[in-house]
């Protein structure tokens, strides 16, 4: 049974970075494209952000202990996990992801402006699958003779006893 928890793709995929941690692939397999929101987490400048179940979030701090300390104090976390050399590991509600975010400093998703995407679009870039283009190879024919180069491997051959 899959646990029920916040899909931080659809909640905060536009404006942030999210990406499967490692063991989603073991579950589903090296190219799945399964959307299995257990397996979601955020990237962050000082560790990651992930669902923990329901509308909770986790957010895990690595080896940075003054934001271990800010996350600490933060009323709206509860410690869940604390380890040493500012290991820590966080429990808040997604209503809080905000303040959050603020100490963690998630990745953010490359934005593009509008005239930006007109300009790709009139360069012909399309989004998602781009066609392939076939190419036809054909027999090279040249009208130029042919040059003898047989000169300089003669002086070549001569320089290494050949």
């Known amino acids: 049974m899959k646990a029920n928890c916040v899909n931080l793709k659809k909640q905060f995929g536009r404006r942030y970075k999210v990406v499967y941690e490692e063991s989603y692939f073991a579950e589903h397999g090296q190219n799945a494209r399964v959307e299995d929101s257990v397996y979601m987490l955020i990237p962050c400048r000082f560790g990651h952000l992930f669902p923990h179940g329901g509308d909770v979030l986790a957010g895990s701090v690595d080896g940075h202990p003054k934001v271990a300390n800010r996350m600490r104090r933060l009323k709206c976390c509860r410690v869940h996990q604390d380890g040493d050399d500012g290991e820590l590991t966080v429990l808040f509600d997604v209503a809080d992801f905000d303040r959050v975010a603020k100490i963690m ?58």
Request: proline share 5%; hydrophobic share 25%.
């Open 105 to 162: 400093r998630p990745r953010r998703r490359k934005q593009i402006s509008e005239a930006e995407r007109e300009r790709l679009r009139a360069m012909g870039y399309q989004k998602g699958h781009q066609s392939h283009v076939d190419v036809q190879f054909t027999a090279h024919t040249s009208d130029a003779e042919p040059k003898d180069d047989s000169e300089p491997v003669q002086q070549q051959l001569g320089l290494f006893g050949g």
